[in-house]
C-alpha cells in the first residue's frame, strides 16, 4: 500500500513549496499582490466570520452538503467492492468548481477589489466564476481559447447571461494554456483593481494551497459520511485529475489514514505517445509552467508539448505540484484512462444508476470499473463524481452516435 512516512508535514511552506515543488515563479511585478493575497487569506482562514459566510452561502446558494451515494446496483455489475459515490455533479452550476470560485470571490471582497477575471478550459471554471461575479456584483472577464469557444459554445452563452465579457484568445494552439498566458498578462496590468480566480490547484503559491483548502469539504464531509454510514473509513478513494483540485479537495483529510489507498487518475487520451494523452505522471517531467515547479508534458528542448483528452477539463500539460509531492511520496498512486475507457464509463453509470457524470469524472469511474472486481464485498471505494454530464452531451452524441444534436 502507501509508502510514505505518516504523518505526512503541514504543507506548503511560506513560500509555496510542497517539497521541491511549487513555488512562486512569477514576473516581478506579480509577487507584492500574490503576497499581499497569501496573507489576506491567511486571516481570513482563521477568521469565524469569514468562515461563517462561507459555510452558509455553500449551504443555501451552492448545495453543500452534497451526498454520499451507494451505487447499489452499479456495484452489483462490478461484483466486487461496495461503491459510493461523492456527488459534487449535484452542485449549482454543476461541477465541484463552485467551492473554489466562491471561496475566493468572498476573499476579492475583503482584498477590496471590485473587477475578477479568470482563465477557462472547456468553460466550467469561466461558468462558476461568472456565476459568483453576478452573486456578488463584480465587474466579469473570463478569458478563453477560440477553439474552446467553438467546442463549448452552450458555456460561452451562459457565463455571457451571468452577464461576464469572454473574450477569445487566438495565439498557439488557442485552448487553455494561451488562456492561462492572456489572464496572467492582464493581472500584471490590472492588478491594483482586478483579483484572478485560478480555477485548479495550480499556478504560484498562495493558489494550490487555497484551491486545495476551498475544496477540502469535498473530503471532510466524505469522511463523515462514510463514517455515519460504514462505522469506518473506506479503503480506496478514486478521483480524477486535471490540474488536481477535486481529487486534492477528497484526498487531504485522509492523507494521514494510513489504511486509505488513493488513486488519481489522469486523461490518456488516445494512449501514451507524445502529443496524444494527458497523463504527466506518464513520460513527463520536471519544470516551471504558468508559476509553479511541476510535473509537466514537455519535449527534450523544454518545449511543452501537444496534449489530448475527449474532456476538456483535463487537457493541461502540467499537473498541481501538491500532486507531484503525493507522487514523489508514495503517498497517492497515479494512473490513467484513455478516451475510449472514460466513454465506456460515461455511457455505463448513465445506464446503471441514471446518473449522466461529467467525461472528466467519467475517467474515475473507468478506472473503478477496472479495480472494484478486484477487490473484496468487504471494501469500499468512494470516488468522487466531480460533476454532471450534461455539456458533454453534444460531444457524446457525436463520439456514440455519429450525431450532431443541434442538427437534428
Ligand atoms: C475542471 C474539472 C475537472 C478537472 O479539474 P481538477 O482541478 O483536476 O479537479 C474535473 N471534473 C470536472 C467536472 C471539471 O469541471
Not at 452558509?56 to 456495484?75: I, K, Q
Not at 508534458?297 to 501537444?306: P, S
Not at 473484496?376 to 460533476?387: A, F, Q, Y
Amino acid at each position: 500500500m502507501s509508502t510514505a512516512t505518516l504523518p505526512l508535514p503541514v504543507m506548503p511552506d511560506t513560500h509555496g513549496h510542497f517539497g521541491r515543488f511549487g513555488g512562486m515563479f512569477v514576473p516581478e511585478t506579480l509577487m507584492a499582490a500574490l503576497t499581499d493575497l497569501a496573507d489576506h487569506y491567511d486571516r481570513a482562514r482563521k477568521d469565524p466570520t469569514f468562515q461563517a459566510e462561507l459555510d452558509r452561502l455553500l449551504g443555501d446558494y451552492v448545495g453543500r452538503p452534497t451526498p454520499l451515494y451507494l451505487a447499489e446496483r452499479w456495484t452489483e455489475k462490478l461484483g466486487g467492492a461496495k461503491v459510493y459515490l461523492k456527488r459534487e455533479d449535484l452542485l449549482h452550476t454543476g461541477a465541484h468548481k463552485i467551492n473554489n470560485a466562491l471561496g475566493q470571490a468572498l476573499l476579492a471582497l475583503r482584498l477590496g477589489k471590485k473587477r475578477i477575471i479568470a482563465e477557462t478550459g472547456a468553460g466550467q471554471h469561466g461558468v462558476a466564476t461568472a456565476t459568483v461575479c453576478a452573486r456578488f456584483g463584480f465587474d466579469c472577464t473570463i478569458y478563453m481559447g477560440k477553439v474552446d469557444m467553438e467546442r463549448q459554445a452552450l458555456n460561452v452563452a451562459r457565463m455571457r447571461f451571468l452577464g461576464a465579457k469572454v473574450v477569445a484568445v487566438t495565439a498557439g494552439q488557442a485552448t487553455l494554456k494561451e488562456a492561462v498566458n492572456e489572464a496572467m498578462r492582464d493581472w500584471v496590468t490590472n492588478v491594483d483593481t482586478t483579483h484572478y480566480i485560478l480555477g485548479s490547484a495550480l499556478g504560484s503559491h498562495p493558489f494550490p494551497m487555497m484551491v486545495r483548502d476551498f475544496h477540502r469539504i469535498i473530503g471532510v464531509e466524505a469522511r463523515e459520511q462514510i463514517l455515519a454510514r460504514e462505522n469506518r473509513l473506506p479503503d480506496l478513494l478514486v478521483a480524477c485529475v486535471g490540474g488536481g483540485s477535486n481529487a486534492m479537495g477528497l484526498f487531504h483529510p485522509f492523507l494521514n489514514d494510513e489504511g486509505v489507498r488513493m488513486i488519481g487518475v489522469e486523461a490518456g487520451g488516445e494512449g501514451i505517445l507524445p502529443e496524444k494523452h494527458a497523463a504527466r505522471f506518464q513520460g513527463g517531467r520536471l519544470g516551471v509552467l504558468q508559476g509553479t515547479k511541476t510535473w509537466l508534458l514537455a519535449n527534450a528542448d523544454g518545449q511543452i508539448e501537444l496534449t489530448h483528452s475527449v474532456s476538456a477539463g483535463l487537457d493541461y500539460a502540467a499537473i498541481g505540484p501538491e500532486h507531484a509531492w503525493l507522487h514523489e511520496q508514495g503517498r497517492v498512486e497515479y494512473t490513467y484512462a484513455t478516451d475510449d475507457e472514460a466513454m465506456d464509463g460515461f455511457q455505463e453509470l448513465s445506464r446503471v444508476e441514471g446518473i449522466i457524470p461529467a467525461l472528466e469524472s467519467a475517467h474515475a469511474i473507468a478506472h473503478v470499473k477496472k479495480i472494484a472486481p478486484l477487490m473484496s464485498p468487504d471494501d469500499i471505494i468512494v470516488v468522487n463524481l466531480s460533476g454532471r454530464g450534461d455539456k458533454d452531451v453534444a460531444q457524446a452524441a457525436r463520439i456514440v452516435f455519429g450525431e450532431d444534436i443541434f442538427k437534428m
